[in-house]
């Protein structure tokens, strides 16, 4: 089973830069795609960005230009780099995987979700 810990997020003043880092460990034979969400306050929860295996990338219309995701197989991280940070930027971001037991079934992890607030 994967455990994945997300980490970096805090309160930054608008046109700031945060980066996010999604850590997994475990059990598991492979992580597949990563994607992030977010949820605001009183919103329903929308992908942000996501990377696949081989690294290809996928990003909401809200984020591109200003959000780049990364990651680091060696490692088991995944890096979510946020620049030029807006007010609407504000929520609760979660990395959530695709993953590949070493049974050979396939499996999803939710990480438990960092905060950032974006404000003057």
């Known amino acids: 089973q994967v455990q994945l810990v997300e980490s970096g997020g805090d309160l930054v003043q608008p046109g700031g830069s945060l980066r996010l880092s999604c850590a997994a460990s475990?059990?598991?034979?492979?992580?597949?795609?990563v994607t992030w969400y977010r949820q605001a306050p009183g919103k329903e929860r929308e992908l942000v960005a996501s990377i696949t295996s081989a690294g290809s990338t996928n990003y909401a219309d809200a984020v591109k230009g200003r959000f780049t995701i990364s990651r680091d197989n060696a490692k088991n991280t995944v890096a979510l780099q946020m620049n030029s940070l807006k007010p609407e930027d504000t929520a609760v971001y979660s990395c959530?995987?695709?993953?590949?037991?070493?049974?050979?079934?396939?499996?999803?992890?939710w990480g438990q979700g960092t905060q950032v607030t974006v404000s003057s």
């Open positions: 475990g059990r598991f034979a492979s992580i597949n795609t």
């Open positions: 959530y995987a695709d993953y590949l037991r070493r049974d050979g079934y396939g499996a999803r992890a």
